[in-house]
């Protein structure tokens, strides 16, 4: 009893030291506000949701620690539906109304292409982790803008440095008929014959079509050993399970541009065998990802898809610009993040002064069956140095 | 590839892709000669067709149940609507049902959505139809197979029931002159219920039959619903043979158009709707023309 007594008397003696100090920390602290306009809705939003998820995994792992700098982070998310004129209005909303000088978001690169100019004015830090489109570090570049994530040309050039090793001779490619599909295509056509092998011909689907079957035949009759697909959503989803039935992959190999686990999610066994770039898969090598995948998967009981490691990833170069730094201030942040280095869940990640690109490696994957998951799972089955894959400063093509 | 094995492999495809148009056309078809309207909602309820065979697939475990289970399913969800809200609108113009059919669409992909979630769900057909045979050496599908057969089947049997049966003769004559069958003494509203219950039905089979092709997904309503249109307009509003006409037609069409000119194949479709309306602006069987 008087143990037990004795106990309490100290724990209440520590409770009463500690609460001037609690106080001040609240009243003395104030919280780095983050605003998120993402799309949340329409035709980006589970991208959107997962760059989400991924923000707030984060923040709550800070925040369980005690904050950034002492300071607890509060996000402040908002939907945009995808559409640049909104994600303008919103990002406006969380910079005059909510007070962040910290942007995260911006889902479609037609969003942040949008939002960038006004960074400047708005005196906020935006730091990408999803954006692909290479204008960004390059000709609409701002200083306040910085980009986390694997670019668009990026992934491409990843792709195509898999090419130039691997034993494919002739290509065959099909895309969606609109600016997507036609403008990928024609970067892989140029790529294809840059590595001196044989471009048979491309075909385009309209968006929306659901009997792929003539397109099967097409590519089965071309003669071609591998072929490039340039498909999302649905259409994907269809190509894929109607060419599983075709037995297609058992002649053709498929290639694509990225690889994502929600659509072997839909398709399953069809999109065994299938080969194309990643920005990020939980099962690319190193500790840091390992803590990582096991502390999302403690957190929401699966594993982490593409846009919420790419979210942790820039969440990590955040941090580390406002722990060297010491200020969330633009004019302090600004210099601090140009020099970040950090060991990311996917390897060194620095980011870049001339144009604020994180320099990082490009990968390859394999989709396969694994023992132990429900859905086949992407395998890691190339690695492309940072240097190789990183266009020059401001520049979104390749010399060589 | 020889060109016979082509041509055979590039005909059963047609006849596949035939068979799953020809499910919603029907449907369509057979709505708009008995009320006189245009279900709007056709392509969403062949989308609840595939997302109620995705569970029961995933909850028994059998492809076949869910054939039998979303027609019945979605078939009586349609009788009800029918029953509950397109019933009070018969006194009205052609408007009322546009705008009544055309919100159950928004607010049946809102449902879905809810329900089943934005991802996009797998059905595997089963596992005695998803092997290859040799045709002519050349690989195909089991399942499209299946899909054509299950075509002509369907086909005949809605033939002999139109045909054959007492309520098939209720409908041809309600459709001829709904009047005179009302003062015969027949309920015609039993008939008009009835009726859309099939169509959507039909439709609800081919949404199961299509989802091991396309995926249940948000976005088949949409996809599904503009095919069936023209397949409707070609063959004539109304007709039941319109109707297999225009899906065969159209699939011919899409599937030997895509391989020669990939570039127009939609444009050929829409050429020969064209056509038809200025040749026979009532549709290939049509009453009007």
């Known amino acids: 009893m008087t143990g037990t007594s004795g106990f309490s008397r100290r724990a209440l003696l520590g409770a009463t030291l500690a609460s001037p100090v609690v106080l001040r920390h609240a009243l003395g602290d104030e919280p780095i506000k983050i605003g998120m306009p993402c799309a949340l809705t329409g035709p980006g939003g589970e991208v959107g949701e997962q760059m989400r998820r991924g923000a707030e995994f984060w923040i709550k792992s800070v925040n369980a620690k005690g904050g950034l700098l002492g300071r607890p982070i509060q996000l402040y998310a908002q939907d945009t539906a995808g559409d640049p004129a909104t994600a303008v209005r919103k990002a ?30 708005w005196n906020a830090i935006f730091i990408s982790s999803d954006n692909g489109d290479g204008r960004l570090t390059g000709s609409s570049f701002v200083p306040n803008f910085f980009r986390a994530n694997t670019s668009g040309p990026m992934g491409t050039r990843a792709v195509a440095l898999y090419l130039r090793q691997a034993n494919f001779k002739n290509f065959y490619a099909l895309g969606m008929d609109y600016a997507w599909g036609r403008n990928s295509i024609s970067v892989f056509k140029d790529e294809v014959k840059k590595s001196g092998k044989n471009f048979i011909a491309d075909i385009y689907s309209p968006i929306g079509t659901q009997d792929f079957s003539t397109y099967i035949t097409k590519i089965r009759q071309s003669g071609a050993d591998a072929c490039y697909l340039v498909l999302q959503g649905d259409d994907n989803n269809a190509f894929l399970a109607q ?145 190789q894959v990183t266009p020059a400063c401001r520049q979104m093509t390749y010399d060589s | 590839m020889d060109f016979l094995p082509f041509l055979v492999t590039q005909c059963l495809n047609a006849l596949s892709q035939a068979a799953l148009l020809f499910f919603l056309g029907c449907g369509l078809t057979l709505i708009f000669g008995i009320m006189r309207i245009v279900n709007f909602a056709h392509g969403a309820f062949f989308m609840l067709g595939a997302y109620v065979g995705y569970s029961t697939v995933h909850w028994t475990g059998n492809f076949w149940t869910a054939l039998i289970a979303a027609p019945i399913l979605v078939g009586g969800f349609g009788a009800a609507f029918e029953l509950g809200i397109l019933r009070r609108l018969y006194g009205r113009d052609g408007h009322a049902f546009l705008m009544v059919t055309f919100g ?25 139809l998803s092997d290859i045979v040799f045709i002519l050496d050349e690989p195909f599908p089991v399942y499209r197979l299946f899909l054509a057969g299950a075509g002509i ?133 049509g009453k009007e023309a």
């Open chain 1, 92 to 121: 406006q909303d969380v910079v005059e109304r909510d007070g962040c000088r910290l942007l995260f978001g911006m889902t479609l690169s037609s969003e942040a292409l949008a939002v960038v100019p006004k960074l400047a004015e």
């Open chain 1, 243 to 387: 060419a599983k039935q075709y037995r297609l992959g058992d002649k053709v190999q498929l290639l694509t541009e990225i690889v994502d686990l929600n659509s072997i999610h839909a398709v399953g066994e069809a999109a065994i065998g299938l080969i194309g770039s990643s920005r990020y898969t939980f099962t690319f090598p190193g500790e840091a990802n390992a803590q990582f995948v096991a502390a999302w998967k403690k957190e929401y009981g699966n594993v982490p898809d593409v846009f919420e490691g790419e979210q942790w990833q820039a969440c990590q170069v955040l941090q580390a610009g406002i722990e060297k730094a010491g200020s969330i201030e633009a004019d302090k942040l600004r210099p601090a993040l140009e020099t970040v280095e950090i060991d990311s869940i996917k390897g060194k990640v620095t980011m870049r002064a001339c144009d604020h690109q994180g320099v990082q490696q490009g990968f390859m994957v394999k989709v396969v069956r694994k023992e132990g998951f429900a859905d086949p799972i992407p395998e890691l089955i190339a690695t492309f140095p940072a240097d």
């Open chain 2, 104 to 128: 159950l669409t928004l607010v049946m992909g809102e449902v879905i959505r809810l329900i089943w979630g934005v991802e996009a769900l797998q059905v595997k057909p089963p596992e005695s």
């Open chain 2, 153 to 285: 089947v369907v086909a005949l049997v809605i033939w002999q029931f139109l045909e054959r049966t007492r309520l098939g003769l209720l409908i041809r004559a309600t459709s001829q002159n709904a009047e005179m069958v009302h003062a015969l003494g027949t309920d015609v509203r039993l008939v008009r219920s009835a009726v859309f219950g099939i169509g959507c039905g039909l439709a609800g089979i081919g949404g199961v039959m299509a989802a091991p092709l396309v995926t249940a997904s948000l976005g088949m309503a949409p996809n599904a619903v503009i095919d069936t249109f023209v397949i409707v307009i070609i063959g004539g509003m109304g007709s039941f043979l319109g109707s297999l006409i225009g899906a065969v037609l159209v699939a011919f069409v899409q599937v030997f158009g895509t391989y020669y000119f990939p570039d127009f194949a939609l444009a050929f479709m829409y050429l020969i709707m064209v056509t038809v309306l200025v040749v026979r602006p009532g549709g290939l069987l």
